[in-house]
Nanobody
Framework: QVQVVESGGGLAEVGGSTRLSCAAS????????FGWFRQAPGKDRELVAS????????YYVDSVKGRFTISRDNAKNTVYLEMNALKPEDTAVYYC????????????WGQGTQVTVSS
C-alpha cells in the first residue's frame, strides 16, 4: 500500500505563485501515475494535472494550461505542482493521488491541502 501526503498551498494573492508537494511512501510501483485533483465548494472534483511514471507524459486541464506545471522526483518519491498566475477560481482543496499500472481508478489519496487565492 501507498501513503500520500500533500503539503504547501495556503493563502496566495491573485497573480501570485505557490507550490504544492506530494510525498508518497510505501510500496510504490515503477509505473505509477500521479495526479493532482481539486474540489471547490459546490463543484465536482476535477483532475487538474497528471504525470506518468517517467515524467514524459503530462496532462493539464484547459483552465490551468500555461500556468501550472507538474513534475516528479522519483528518487524522493515526490510530485510537485507549481502554480503560477493564480486566479480566484483556483481556490479549492487540492488532492494528490496515485494510479497503479493496470488500474482504471486512482488508488491512494492524500488528505488534501487548501489553496485560497484572493486579492
Amino acid at each position: 500500500q501507498v501513503q500520500v501526503v500533500e503539503s504547501g498551498g495556503g493563502l496566495a494573492e491573485v497573480g501570485g505563485s505557490t507550490r504544492l508537494s506530494c510525498a508518497a511512501s510505501g510500496r510504490i510501483l515503477t509505473f505509477t501515475t500521479f495526479g493532482w485533483f481539486r474540489q471547490a465548494p459546490g463543484k465536482d472534483r476535477e483532475l487538474v494535472a497528471s504525470i506518468n511514471w517517467n515524467g514524459h507524459s503530462t496532462y493539464y486541464v484547459d483552465s490551468v494550461k500555461g500556468r501550472f506545471t507538474i513534475s516528479r522526483d522519483n528518487a524522493k518519491n515526490t510530485v510537485y505542482l507549481e502554480m503560477n498566475a493564480l486566479k480566484p477560481e483556483d481556490t479549492a482543496v487540492y488532492y494528490c493521488a496515485t494510479r497503479e499500472p493496470g488500474q482504471s481508478n486512482y488508488n491512494y489519496w492524500g488528505q488534501g491541502t487548501q489553496v485560497t487565492v484572493s486579492s
